[in-house]
């Protein structure tokens, strides 16, 4: 399973859970979801949501 927070600032966590007996890595997820978890992590921080740019962690 890969949870996503905002680096460095308190923000919501974005939870992305793996089929059970699969052994997937992150490189299996396509990049679009990835990037539509980081974007909904940014969105849901207080202050990370008014930065133009900031770091989630994954």
Do not use: M
């Not at 927070?5 to 089929?19: G, I, M, N, Q, T």
């Amino acid at each position: 399973d890969i949870w996503f927070h905002v680096d460095k600032l308190s923000s919501a966590h974005v939870y992305v859970r793996l089929p059970d007996g699969h052994d997937l890595s992150i490189d299996a997820i396509p990049k679009e979801i990835i990037n539509e978890c980081a974007q909904l992590t940014a969105e849901n921080s207080i202050k990370g949501c008014k930065l133009h740019s900031l770091s989630i962690c994954y």
